[in-house]
């Protein structure tokens, strides 16, 4: 699967650096993961991640990790900052995943569709993947719920025998990591949204489209306006949200795919054997390229 | 001003019935000599042809030739009003923007009348080719809907071939196909309801969308024959005659084999 975002992060890499004077291997570590924009029907769903060394802990907990959804817009930018220090990396690392909205779109619209909590289990094993193979010893694994814990747990049990793994609800707000881990996903995940830079329309999209929540009504008008008739909405969206799927279906115009009429011999127009008086319309066959095309006259033009 | 008079006010709800599957707005051609009526379906595939001729009314004035634009929907629920042996009654002033319909019944007991928008409608006639046709199928129209109606469960499209061993319809669909093949039975002594005339120069082999035939049949209840008239390359004809009153007549361009 393709993490990659769609739009620049302007604060840099997609995960802190490894620092040459600190053993990672030596050391037990702890790691926290969180997502950040789930429900939106706009943007990205960002993963992060967070690890520490377990004896740590107490040491985020007084730099003030706590549920990213709880600290102010400035608390958690600040936090974030802090996460790009350099002496903070020396004990506390981060990783990122994003899953662009047009990957979710691909992704669960697919023939083989898949959920968005199959694509949230890959994000998540991914990371601590990318971690480990980073060569840090990760022993315990604090991840919020997605779906049912018990399910989750086991999986990831199976996958990572060697870490101790506690899946729990609001894991946020019990564990300084897991707040570590949703700054480094709500943060960037509200810069690209902010920053969206949109390819679409020649850059004609403005960006108020609100919270992007399916229910907020700048969200909802923003949708109605950037909706294009033939090209339908900018990659931003979630297509396989039913607010996108509605609006398309009354706003757009209907697609005919020719693949899905049943074969056999095609159907004939009556202006191809009755003229207007006066038309002066070539009387002779049209070139077979045409007709084996399926293309038809829509308008005359006089 | 128009005004036209009909004791057997059924025809007109009958006409309608019959075109406003396929036509939702129309042009009403008023002349001295009659009604006339051309229009495609929307996605002009058919095209209907009606004929209602002046002396097929009891009374028929018209001062000055002008269409009529009319929207079939509306005017066939005001028809819905008219009882099957009421006398109709159409007017319209010559620079009015309705029409008005009256149903007087029989004995005089009761009389409606109904007032319809006119509407400002768009339309070219086409230039219809006098065509002379290799194949002309005459039968009941009743059995052609019958036809019409039974085929159209296996599938589509229907192809008609006009061979010398009769008429053949056949459909294939996902659950199978069927046939259907009609003889000419002019020699022998059939009720001449049920007769099958075959006129046939050469064979004929076409494809049809069976949806619009079926619009067609609607017009059975006009009259008891039809007469199917096919060529090569052609639309076909679809001829309910309407003995002296006129005729619905209508074509549909047939489906076209890409490989052929």
């Given amino acids: ?302 | 001003m128009f005004e036209a008079r009909l004791t057997k006010g059924e025809l007109i709800k009958k006409v309608i019935e019959a075109l406003k599957d396929l036509v939702t707005e129309a042009n009403f051609d008023i002349s001295a000599t009659g009604i006339q009526l051309q229009a495609m379906d929307s996605s002009h595939v058919s095209l209907c042809a009606l004929q209602m001729k002046a002396e097929g009314f009891d009374h028929f004035r018209c001062d000055r030739s002008m269409p009529l634009g009319i929207n079939l929907s509306s005017m066939s629920k005001v028809l819905k009003c008219c009882n099957k042996d009421d006398i109709v009654t159409l007017k319209a002033e010559d620079d009015g923007d309705s029409i008005n319909f009256m149903f007087e019944s029989k004995d005089q007991d009761k009389i409606s009348d109904f007032e319809l928008k006119l509407m400002d409608i768009d339309s070219e006639h086409f230039g219809i080719p006098d065509t002379d046709y290799k194949a002309t199928v005459t039968m009941s129209a009743s059995e052609f809907t019958r036809i019409c109606n039974d085929l159209s469960i296996l599938g589509e499209t229907v192809a008609i071939s006009v061979g010398k061993d009769g008429v053949r319809f056949s459909v294939s669909g996902e659950m199978g196909t069927g046939n259907m093949t009609v003889r000419d039975n002019t020699s022998s002594d059939t009720k001449e309801a049920d007769r099958v005339e075959i006129d046939m120069e050469e064979p004929v082999n076409l494809n049809f969308a069976l949806r619009y035939l079926k619009s067609f049949a609607k017009a059975a209840p006009l009259t008891d024959r039809v007469s199917l008239c096919l060529s090569r390359d052609v639309p076909l004809l679809v001829k309910y005659e309407i003995p002296e009153f006129g005729s619905l007549s209508y074509y549909l361009a047939p489906k076209i084999d890409d490989e052929s």
């Fill in chain 1, 1 to 302: 699967m393709e993490l990659v975002p769609s739009a620049p992060l302007s604060s840099g890499p997609l995960q802190s650096p490894l620092l040459d004077g600190v053993d990672y291997a030596a050391t037990e570590y702890m790691l926290g993961i969180d997502e950040a924009g789930r429900g939106p029907v706009l943007g990205p769903l960002v993963y992060g991640c967070a690890f520490c060394p377990v004896s740590q802990e107490p040491r985020l907990r007084k730099m003030g990790f706590m549920d990213s959804k709880v600290l102010t817009e400035e608390k958690r930018d600040a936090l974030w900052a802090a996460m790009q220090d350099r002496g903070t990396n020396g004990f506390l690392g981060w990783d990122i995943a994003v899953i662009s909205a047009e990957e979710i779109s691909k992704q669960m619209l697919s023939t083989n569709r898949r959920s968005l909590n199959a694509l949230s289990f890959d994000a998540a094993i991914g990371l601590i993947r990318a971690v480990l193979e980073r060569g840090v010893h990760v022993t315990q694994v604090f991840v919020d719920t997605v779906g049912d814990a018990a399910v989750y747990q086991e999986r990831l049990e199976r996958l990572f025998p060697q870490c101790a793994i506690t899946v729990a609800p609001k894991a946020d707000s019990k564990y300084p990591i897991v707040s570590a881990a949703s700054i480094c996903a709500k943060v960037p995940r509200d810069e690209l949204t902010r920053a969206w830079q949109f390819v679409e329309a020649g850059g004609s999209l403005d960006r108020a489209y609100g919270s992007g929540y399916p229910a907020d009504e700048e969200t909802k008008a923003w949708l109605a306006r950037s909706c294009d008739p033939v090209f339908g909405l900018p990659r931003f969206a979630r297509f396989s949200w039913s607010t996108t799927q509605q609006l398309l279906k009354e706003r757009a115009v209907a697609v005919a795919w020719p693949d899905d009429e049943e074969g056999g011999p095609s159907q004939s127009k009556m202006g191809a054997y009755f003229h207007k008086p006066g038309d002066k319309r070539a009387t002779t066959a049209r070139h077979r390229l045409f007709k084996r095309s399926k293309l038809h006259l829509v308008k005359e033009l006089r």
